[in-house]
């Protein structure tokens, strides 16, 4: 058999490679950067990276995402999206500063939606709207808003958290007010304040060194210390003593049922009583064969400074108590209650 019967191995082309030429490429410690000294050093395809993100992500989101576009004095009537020659896109807003016209009104913000311009109210976009304080006050005194912009955001309407003042001028029949509040006889608690005749009003009130001037009127009742005034009237009422045998009973069958209200006395030699309160309940008593229900008779007397004592008698076995101490009523003519407390009795002792 022939093998290459027309051709001999010296005949044989020799093997080219299809590989091009090209000049070796080195790459730093990390393998990411050519550095063959070729231009576009250091880049990839010719670009740093920061500038293809920039120009292709973030540029690009920065263009669509809505956002304060600045100031304008001229109207867009016709609805052309186009504000100082830039192009609005849907979201983006912009702050008025021109003449009044059909919707543009100054000093308000506008936002561009597919079907035109809308207007956006303070009460609602307040954070949008500090956007364009800047504009609004370029070329103002430092720390001044222009006119219309404070007559509008800040005392016609203003969504304040935190307010720091040296001084809050209110003026005609300016007030400050808590929310809701309805005068100190409203059932909303709260406090106003205002200025056209000063009054101050709430429904709670805590002071600390108060000096008052002028005339003072106190309508409700006064505890301080040791005076205690009310509107309350107390009858004329001669002296009484009970002893320390006599019971509750007796007291109630003298004073009648109800609260009363008394000029002063004193209990077991406990200065300071202010009233009486005498009242009924029931009491259980047990039985051989059957319990029952037996009327109780019931006197609490009232002591400045020191809560209330009460004593008690049923018609009972163990029941039957007496008051204990002596119960002096001091008589008096009756009228409003004016009551002063531990006054002294030591002549060595001056008041006043």
């Known amino acids: 058999m022939k093998i290459y019967s027309?051709?001999?191995?010296d005949d044989i082309p020799e093997r080219q490679s299809r590989i091009r030429d090209a000049a070796p490429r080195v790459?730093?410690?990390?393998?990411r950067m050519p550095i063959d000294g070729e231009p576009g050093q250091g880049l990839l395809n010719g670009q740093a990276a920061n500038v293809i993100i920039n120009e292709t992500v973030t540029g690009k989101i920065a263009e669509t995402t809505p956002r304060y576009r600045g100031i304008t004095n001229i109207?867009?009537?016709?609805?052309?999206?186009?504000?100082?020659?830039?192009?609005?896109n849907l979201g983006d807003f912009i702050m008025y500063n021109g003449e009044p016209e059909g919707i543009w009104i100054p000093n308000k913000m506008y936002e561009w939606v597919r079907d035109g311009w809308r207007f956006l109210s303070i009460e609602e976009n307040r954070w949008r709207y500090l956007d364009g304080v800047n504009d609004l006050t370029d070329g103002a005194i430092d720390g001044v808003f222009g006119n219309a912009f404070i007559n509008t955001l800040i005392t016609k309407t203003a969504i304040i958290e935190k307010l720091f003042a040296e001084l809050i001028v209110m003026s005609g029949n300016g007030v400050i007010?808590?929310?809701?509040?309805?005068?100190?006889?409203?059932?909303?608690n709260g406090f106003s304040l205002t200025a056209r005749n000063g009054a101050l009003e709430a429904v709670n009130a805590i002071f600390r060194n108060i000096t008052i001037l002028g005339h003072s009127q106190f309508n409700g009742d006064i505890t301080s210390g040791a005076l205690i005034s009310n509107n309350q009237d107390v009858p004329d009422f001669p002296p009484k003593t009970f002893n320390a045998g006599q019971t509750a009973l007796d007291v109630f069958n003298y004073l009648g049922e109800g609260l009363h209200p008394i000029t002063s006395g004193s209990f077991g030699g406990q200065d300071g009583i202010i009233a009486i309160r005498c009242y009924m309940d029931s009491v259980y008593i047990s039985g051989v064969q059957f319990g029952s229900w037996i009327p109780r008779y019931n006197i609490e007397i009232r002591i400045i400074d020191a809560g209330y004592i009460t004593r008690s008698w049923a018609d009972a076995s163990g029941h039957r108590n007496t008051l204990g101490s002596i119960?002096?009523?001091?008589?008096?003519r009756g009228g409003k209650t004016f009551i002063l407390t531990g006054i002294p009795s030591n002549p060595n002792v001056g008041v006043g």
């Open 6 to 9: 027309t051709t001999t191995i």
């Open 27 to 31: 790459y730093d410690a990390m393998g």
């Open 75 to 88: 109207p867009d009537l016709d609805n052309t999206g186009i504000i100082n020659s830039q192009e609005m």
């Open 177 to 188: 007010q808590s929310e809701g509040f309805q005068g100190a006889g409203g059932e909303v």
């Open 327 to 332: 119960l002096t009523l001091n008589g008096g």
